[in-house]
Every structure is written in structure tokens, then in C-alpha cells.
């Protein structure tokens, strides 16, 4: 079946550090792939999504490449900032048949120090 | 959460109470899902809706069920509950066409606590 491996947080940033968030994926066919994020208290949110192999998805900074040939999409920014802390999701679709799932990971709680 | 709105957003109860959590949206969304979240696991799929009156279990199924009589209402039940359904549980829905498709779009979750 499918699944996504995320790295492990917590991870702890100083202000305008570059952030980088392992996630990988196991999945048959084509799945899109995607991040959300979840501020403290909130619903998750779709932060990018990538639909096909070497798509970059990219919103406010942060940036994923879609990667077949390692089953991979790793999302980066340049320059956090302290709105930035939440929890990031990595999450693949399962598109088979006539419905539509998601797959997530276990979350990377992200906090951004000033 | 503009245009799903979860009830209640927190609840305490008592194990082997019956409790229902009901999802409402303004979308006219085709899919509507429902997912706990719990620390350590993210984010699991308990049961998912493809239209009125059609649903699905997803992979944490066991001692949930859920109705879908109308494409705006989505509940879920669990008919006994458990202090293993503590949880925080999120309701999405999603469209498989047209501008964002496929796309989750979450409530702001529920909150149940099982004493």
C-alpha cells in the first residue's frame, strides 16, 4: 500500500535559517504529492502540491520538487521566519478508481526562534 | 474553515456512551472525509463519503460508522466509545474536478476526550 516517511521533528530554526523536511513515499501508479500545514490550533492546510514527476510546487517561500527517481519531496525555505513554526505534513494521493484519498505522514513540528 | 464547520469542536464523555460528530459544509462538495489525529501517527483516515448515501471505510475503520444523507452532512458515530477514540478529528472535503481539485480542505477538528 502507500506510504510517506517524513523526518522526524521536532526541529528547532533560528530566524532567517534555511529550512530543509526529508519526505519520501512509497506508492504504485502516479500519485500527486503534496504538503500542508497545521498552525497551533488549527485545521491543516494545503501549502503546495506537485501533480507529476519534476514538478516544483511552490507558496510564501517554500518550495518542493517532485522527484520519481528517488520517491522523494523534500520541502525547503531559504529564510524562516516565526510565523513560519507549525507542523508540516507530507501527504500522497491515492487516486485509483473513482475515489480520492490521502495519504500522510507522521508530521515535523517546526519551531522558528527569533 | 470557511465553508465546513465541525460540531462540537470539544467534548468530553464517558466510555460506552454513544457519540456523534457531525461535519456541515457550504462546498457542494462531492467527497467528504473523516481523519484522527493523533501524536506519533499523524494524520489516519477513519471513513470517506463519494456521494449521498456512498461511503467507505478507510484504515482505522474499527468501532466508527458514518451516514451521509444529504451532500452537505457528513457524521460520524462511534456507538460505544473507548478511551482509545481520544482524539482530535478533522473532517475534509474535497472536489474531483475544476479549480482545486483534489485538494482537502479541513475543519478546524473536534476534540473528544473518553473518561
Known amino acids: 500500500g502507500n506510504s510517506v516517511t517524513q523526518m522526524e521533528g521536532p526541529v528547532t530554526l533560528s530566524e532567517e535559517a534555511f529550512l530543509t523536511i526529508n519526505c519520501t513515499y512509497t506508492?504504485?501508479?502516479?500519485?500527486?504529492l503534496f504538503w500542508y500545514v497545521q498552525y497551533p490550533g488549527e485545521g491543516l492546510q494545503l501549502l503546495l502540491k506537485?501533480?507529476?514527476?519534476?514538478d516544483k510546487g511552490s507558496n510564501k517561500g517554500f518550495e518542493a520538487t517532485y522527484r520519481k527517481e528517488t520517491t522523494s519531496f523534500h520541502l525547503e525555505k531559504g529564510s524562516v521566519q516565526v510565523s513560519d513554526s507549525a507542523v508540516y505534513f507530507c501527504?500522497?494521493?491515492?487516486?485509483?478508481?473513482?475515489?480520492?484519498?490521502?495519504?500522510f505522514g507522521k508530521g515535523t513540528l517546526l519551531t522558528v526562534n527569533p | 474553515d470557511a465553508g465546513i464547520t465541525q460540531s462540537p469542536r470539544h467534548k468530553v464523555t464517558e466510555t460506552g456512551t454513544p457519540v456523534t460528530l457531525r461535519c456541515h459544509q457550504t462546498?457542494?462538495?462531492?467527497?467528504m472525509y473523516w481523519y484522527r489525529q493523533d501524536p506519533g501517527h499523524g494524520l489516519r483516515l477513519i471513513h470517506y463519503?463519494?456521494?449521498?448515501?456512498?461511503?467507505d471505510k478507510g484504515e482505522v475503520s474499527d468501532g466508527y460508522s458514518v451516514s451521509r444523507s444529504k451532500t452537505e452532512d457528513f457524521l460520524l458515530t462511534l456507538e460505544s466509545a473507548t478511551s482509545s477514540q481520544t482524539s482530535v478529528y478533522f473532517c475534509?472535503?474535497?472536489?474531483?474536478?475544476?479549480?482545486?481539485?483534489?485538494?482537502?480542505?479541513f475543519g478546524a477538528g473536534s476534540r473528544l476526550t473518553v473518561l
Open positions: 462546498e457542494n462538495h462531492r467527497y
Open positions: 463519503s463519494y456521494g449521498v448515501k456512498d461511503t
Open positions: 506508492a504504485t501508479g502516479y500519485p500527486s
Open positions: 501527504a500522497l494521493s491515492d487516486s485509483g478508481g473513482s475515489n480520492y484519498k490521502l495519504t
Open positions: 475534509a472535503i474535497s472536489k474531483p474536478r475544476g479549480p482545486g481539485a483534489n485538494v482537502l480542505t
Open positions: 506537485a501533480t507529476k514527476a519534476d
